[in-house]
């Protein structure tokens, strides 16, 4: 089983917010391959999905982006999940808007959601999908902008990188991170 993760935020208030784009490529996902969420054993939601044969676990920590690590763990521990099986999707300020970059492994890079799975885990070798949220911020707190909205112009953009990142995440379920990184790895939309 592979389990497929997308941080966000729980709560209306952080709907469309830049730092719940991996809850917005879940759902797009669960839309897609038309299942809904339930809650699961543990802080987080969940839907259940095959894709080509290979079965799916699409998660949504319900544990804020910051503790992301509690949900991704529990759901590892109760569905028996290897780190090889595991995918996190987040969003990243550091690359630019619309953007793709899939990696095998790697650093937090500043994200707070992936530095807290790292802690959780104790190790950095998982997969991850970042979305470029724009690189144009402003300077001082970069929580105001993580969570604001995207203007409408980048919202354009978003609304084109999330089906391709749903098509990313599949791609790794079947033909694993080496293949996914070669085929959607791309600068920006």
């Known amino acids: ?4 993760a997308g941080l966000g935020n729980p709560e209306k208030r952080h709907e469309n917010t830049r730092h719940n784009i991996g809850f917005e490529i879940i759902d797009e996902m669960a839309r897609t ?4 969420f339930t809650s699961g054993k543990g802080n987080f939601h969940y839907a259940k999905i095959s894709h080509r044969g290979e079965p799916v676990l699409l998660l949504k ?3 804020y982006m910051n503790l992301s690590g509690h949900a991704v763990v529990a759901a590892m521990n109760f569905y028996k999940i290897g780190i090889g099986d595991v995918l996190v999707i987040c969003d990243d300020l550091n690359i630019p808007l619309g953007s793709i970059r899939l990696r095998a492994k790697g650093s937090a890079g500043g994200q707070n959601g992936l530095k807290h799975i790292i802690q959780c885990l104790g190790r950095e070798d998982f997969a991850r999908l970042r ?5 144009d911020r402003p300077t001082g707190s970069y929580s105001s902008f993580v969570l604001g909205r995207f203007s409408e112009e980048d919202r354009k ?12 995440a599949l791609d790794f379920v079947q033909h694993g991170i080496e293949h996914a990184m070669t085929h959607f790895n791309r600068k920006s939309i």
């Open 1 to 4: 089983m592979k389990l497929i």
């Open 33 to 36: 391959l038309q299942t809904g």
């Open 61 to 63: 920590p319900m544990t």
């Open 131 to 135: 979305v470029g949220i724009g690189m």
């Open 157 to 168: 953009i978003i609304d084109k990188i999330i089906p391709a990142s749903a098509d990313a």
